[in-house]
């Protein structure tokens, strides 16, 4: 794929919303203004079929053959997020149903269900033929599958998805007394005795439903979702030039992007709108990164995709009619934005969207354009972002240069959607490790462990968090100590070990498998009650917070106490210990790793401020780096509304002004320095 082989700025477009005679001056516009690649056309499936097996291409096919002579590339989109109204309203079996079971109506976008036979008959007819008759038109770089699978709802309850379930069930368990011994069904009096007694949970569960039930349906919601996202890249590849790439835009939830990313498409993409960090409702919180916090979706992206694209970046003020307001980028934070997806390993930046609509659900979701079309100040910053691509092309193809990675598997994902105890000390921990990062300028990544990871995609990282691994399988209690043997550190939270992976709690002292490499085993756990203060520790003689969750550990011959409870009824009790594993060691935390707390773990394991021989930063500077080939660069992000002072330690090479920089610099308010260290 030659695609990002160079960083590049692209914008969505819909042809379909615009006078015909508007495109040729909007392609051209784009180029003058340093935008090579549009993505269109994921939403236009009435327009390629506006009646049942009546397919036209020829709108496509002029503009497709405009922005061939216009040189325009393009990124084209099977359109199968927005079912046109004959389908849904003849097969209404192709519509997702809402937790009651009450079908979705035609009139917003993703109604549809990923199971319905009826549906992929169509869907597959018609994007057969999208990509016979544009397989090898020179315009098209790529295809876009539908449009962030999973976004609006992650929740299937039709009657398709309810058949499908009990096959994938089938599939899974063989036998009914196998899945009645995985779920507990003895408990509350739950036993299936007929395939056709289960279902997808709808509501009609009064007081809740077998948890292990529903982490079994958020493992078929994505496997759903990937089934229906291979079928149509299948059909694509079958038709499509070699040299075209297939994509998707994301991140959604219930959903294994990283299978995604790995194994059916050829590269991810995702959409970036920094704005909504303010809160969709615009609730301001004083200790939030705002717009900053989305440099932690950025971080997850990279695990999915080392080099991925940004399908759609913001480039105006948020908004559909009935929510999501949010404010204009001002003069900078346009750039700044785009350059913070860049800095987190983005090589294309395509803006959504070229003019803001004039009608539908989104016309306050503004592009780049006004409903006017006039030039405007955001059309400028574009511009100025396109040149300072170019100015930085040597960066394209870096990798992060992370200081440390913090694990995640998806069972565990999967399972902190389900069980709310579990959601909330890893959001904490995730929310805190990233602050205490962003605060300290130090880069990490989110390291997902698979069945095939190796050793070396783990000996790169000197020290892993495994903030909280509830669920625990023995090929990966074997990959981590392994990792730590080799000389690893390896750092685990509180809840560590006590499911496993049908969500059943084994009767043994936690942190379970881990247990012989910990040395420890949790003798009193609790979450702490709201009517209680925070518990505190000390560490190295300094405070040490346990928030949320608590846990007082024994410590084993041979493992050390570094910490105990200096408050609460667990005054005295050990909290964090340490216990050396071969070349390696394994620290146990009985809390969370809250903003606080994993400040404290940077800095007592030696992680934090990387590059504090370089560059001096206030903490309200974001500071990523970034390496090839032995070369790095450091991207220095103020998202502030004033200028900021960093110091230089030494003389460096500012990549976007061309200037040498030492000493004190003055970073503007919402802007970028890239240094070439
Ligand atoms: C998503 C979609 C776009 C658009 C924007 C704004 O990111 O992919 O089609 O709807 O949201 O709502």
Same mark, same amino acid.
């Given at each position: 794929?030659?695609?990002?082989?160079?960083?590049?700025?692209?914008?969505?477009?819909?042809?379909?919303?615009?006078?015909?005679?508007?495109?040729?001056?909007?392609?051209?516009?784009?180029?003058?203004?340093?935008?090579?690649?549009?993505?269109?056309?994921?939403?236009?499936?009435?327009?390629?079929?506006?009646?049942?097996?009546?397919?036209?291409?020829?709108?496509?096919?002029?503009?497709?053959?405009?922005?061939?002579?216009?040189?325009?590339?393009?990124?084209?989109?099977?359109?199968?997020?927005?079912?046109?109204?004959?389908?849904?309203?003849?097969?209404?079996?192709?519509?997702?149903?809402?937790?009651?079971?009450?079908?979705?109506?035609?009139?917003?976008?993703?109604?549809?269900?990923?199971?319905?036979?009826?549906?992929?008959?169509?869907?597959?007819?018609?994007?057969?033929?999208?990509?016979?008759?544009?397989?090898?038109?020179?315009?098209?770089?790529?295809?876009?599958?539908?449009?962030?699978?999973?976004?609006?709802?992650?929740?299937?309850?039709?009657?398709?998805?309810?058949?499908?379930?009990?096959?994938?069930?089938?599939?899974?368990?063989?036998?009914?007394?196998?899945?009645?011994?995985?779920?507990?069904?003895?408990?509350?009096?739950?036993?299936?005795?007929?395939?056709?007694?289960?279902?997808?949970?709808?509501?009609?569960?009064?007081?809740?439903?077998?948890?292990?039930?529903?982490?079994?349906?958020?493992?078929?919601?994505?496997?759903?979702?990937?089934?229906?996202?291979?079928?149509?890249?299948?059909?694509?590849?079958?038709?499509?030039?070699?040299?075209?790439?297939?994509?998707?835009?994301?991140?959604?939830?219930?959903?294994?992007?990283?299978?995604?990313?790995?194994?059916?498409?050829?590269?991810?993409?995702?959409?970036?709108?920094?704005?909504?960090?303010?809160?969709?409702?615009?609730?301001?919180?004083?200790?939030?990164?705002?717009?900053?916090?989305?440099?932690?979706?950025?971080?997850?992206?990279?695990?999915?995709?080392?080099?991925?694209?940004?399908?759609?970046?913001?480039?105006?003020?948020?908004?559909?009619?009935?929510?999501?307001?949010?404010?204009?980028?001002?003069?900078?934070?346009?750039?700044?934005?785009?350059?913070?997806?860049?800095?987190?390993?983005?090589?294309?930046?395509?803006?959504?969207?070229?003019?803001?609509?004039?009608?539908?659900?989104?016309?306050?979701?503004?592009?780049?354009?006004?409903?006017?079309?006039?030039?405007?100040?955001?059309?400028?910053?574009?511009?100025?972002?396109?040149?300072?691509?170019?100015?930085?092309?040597?960066?394209?193809?870096?990798?992060?240069?992370?200081?440390?990675?913090?694990?995640?598997?998806?069972?565990?994902?999967?399972?902190?959607?389900?069980?709310?105890?579990?959601?909330?000390?890893?959001?904490?921990?995730?929310?805190?490790?990233?602050?205490?990062?962003?605060?300290?300028?130090?880069?990490?990544?989110?390291?997902?462990?698979?069945?095939?990871?190796?050793?070396?995609?783990?000996?790169?990282?000197?020290?892993?968090?495994?903030?909280?691994?509830?669920?625990?399988?023995?090929?990966?209690?074997?990959?981590?100590?392994?990792?730590?043997?080799?000389?690893?550190?390896?750092?685990?939270?509180?809840?560590?070990?006590?499911?496993?992976?049908?969500?059943?709690?084994?009767?043994?002292?936690?942190?379970?498998?881990?247990?012989?490499?910990?040395?420890?085993?949790?003798?009193?756990?609790?979450?702490?009650?709201?009517?209680?203060?925070?518990?505190?520790?000390?560490?190295?003689?300094?405070?040490?917070?346990?928030?949320?969750?608590?846990?007082?550990?024994?410590?084993?011959?041979?493992?050390?106490?570094?910490?105990?409870?200096?408050?609460?009824?667990?005054?005295?009790?050990?909290?964090?210990?340490?216990?050396?594993?071969?070349?390696?060691?394994?620290?146990?935390?009985?809390?969370?790793?809250?903003?606080?707390?994993?400040?404290?773990? /940077?800095?007592? +394991?030696?992680?934090? &401020?990387?590059? !504090?021989?370089? @560059?001096?930063? $206030?903490?309200?500077?974001?500071? =990523?780096?970034?390496?090839?080939?032995?070369?790095?660069?450091?991207?220095?992000?103020?998202?502030?509304?004033?200028?900021?002072?960093?110091?230089?330690?030494?003389? /460096?090479?500012? +990549?976007?002004?061309? &200037?040498?920089? !030492?000493?004190? @610099?003055?970073? $503007?308010?919402?802007?970028?320095? =890239?240094?070439?260290?």
């Amino acid at each position: 794929m030659d695609f990002l082989k160079t960083m590049s700025a692209g914008v969505c477009y819909y042809p379909e919303h615009w006078d015909e005679s508007l495109w040729e001056s909007d392609l051209k516009r784009m180029l003058d203004n340093g935008i090579h690649t549009v993505r269109i056309g994921e939403f236009a499936w009435s327009i390629m079929e506006r009646e049942e097996g009546s397919f036209d291409f020829s709108f496509f096919d002029r503009f497709l053959d405009l922005c061939a002579s216009t040189g325009m590339q393009v990124i084209f989109g099977t359109p199968t997020a927005t079912p046109p109204a004959w389908l849904t309203c003849r097969y209404p079996e192709t519509l997702n149903a809402n937790a009651d079971g009450v079908l979705y109506r035609h009139g917003g976008r993703r109604h549809y269900n990923y199971n319905s036979p009826v549906y992929r008959e169509k869907v597959a007819l018609l994007v057969g033929k999208m990509a016979e008759h544009w397989g090898r038109h020179p315009a098209i770089v790529g295809w876009q599958i539908d449009n962030e699978l999973n976004c609006e709802t992650n929740d299937f309850l039709s009657e398709a998805d309810g058949k499908a379930f009990r096959v994938f069930l089938q599939k899974k368990y063989a036998s009914l007394d196998a899945l009645n011994e995985a779920w507990g069904t003895v408990f509350w009096s739950q036993t299936y005795t007929d395939w056709e007694q289960i279902d997808v949970p709808h509501t009609n569960a009064i007081a809740s439903h077998n948890p292990s039930l529903l982490l079994d349906y958020v493992r078929f919601v994505s496997a759903s979702a990937l089934s229906f996202c291979t079928m149509q890249t299948e059909i694509l590849r079958k038709f499509i030039e070699p040299r075209m790439f297939v994509t998707t835009n994301g991140m959604f939830g219930r959903l294994d992007n990283h299978e995604m990313a790995r194994n059916i498409l050829d590269v991810y993409m995702y959409d970036s709108y920094p704005n909504f960090a303010y809160g969709i409702d615009q609730t301001w919180d004083e200790d939030s990164l705002h717009d900053r916090h989305s440099s932690l979706d950025l971080t997850r992206v990279r695990s999915i995709c080392p080099h991925f694209g940004i399908m759609e970046q913001q480039s105006g003020a948020n908004g559909w009619y009935n929510r999501m307001e949010a404010s204009m980028p001002r003069p900078g934070q346009l750039e700044l934005w785009a350059m913070q997806s860049v800095a987190h390993g983005a090589d294309y930046v395509s803006f959504f969207r070229w003019r803001t609509s004039p009608v539908g659900t989104e016309i306050y979701w503004h592009g780049i354009l006004d409903y006017d079309s006039r030039d405007n100040r955001r059309l400028r910053e574009v511009k100025a972002f396109a040149e300072d691509l170019e100015k930085i092309q040597e960066v394209c193809g870096a990798d992060t240069d992370a200081r440390f990675g913090v694990l995640q598997t998806v069972d565990n994902q999967f399972d902190a959607d389900v069980d709310h105890w579990h959601g909330r000390v890893q959001k904490a921990s995730e929310e805190g490790i990233f602050a205490a990062a962003q605060e300290t300028h130090t880069t990490f990544d989110f390291v997902d462990l698979r069945q095939n990871t190796k050793l070396e995609e783990l000996e790169r990282y000197p020290v892993l968090f495994a903030p909280h691994f509830v669920i625990l399988k023995e090929e990966e209690t074997a990959l981590l100590k392994a990792y730590v043997e080799q000389g690893g550190t390896l750092v685990i939270g509180c809840r560590t070990g006590y499911k496993d992976a049908s969500g059943r709690c084994p009767m043994q002292p936690m942190p379970g498998l881990l247990r012989e490499m910990t040395g420890t085993t949790v003798e009193e756990y609790t979450f702490r009650s709201p009517a209680e203060d925070m518990a505190e520790a000390e560490w190295n003689g300094r405070k040490l917070h346990v928030d949320c969750f608590m846990e007082s550990l024994q410590a084993e011959e041979g493992t050390e106490v570094l910490a105990r409870y200096t408050t609460s009824y667990l005054k005295g009790e050990p909290v964090l210990t340490e216990r050396t594993v071969g070349k390696g060691r394994v620290l146990h935390f009985g809390g969370v790793f809250t903003r606080q707390a994993a400040r404290r773990f /940077l800095k007592n +394991l030696g992680l934090a &401020e990387p590059y !504090e021989d370089l @560059v001096k930063a $206030p903490d309200t500077v974001e500071i =990523v780096g970034r390496v090839k080939d032995g070369q790095k660069w450091l991207f220095v992000l103020n998202y502030l509304p004033e200028a900021q002072e960093i110091r230089l330690g030494e003389e /460096l090479v500012s +990549l976007l002004d061309g &200037e040498k920089a !030492e000493g004190r @610099v003055e970073i $503007p308010a919402y802007s970028v320095a =890239v240094y070439r260290i």
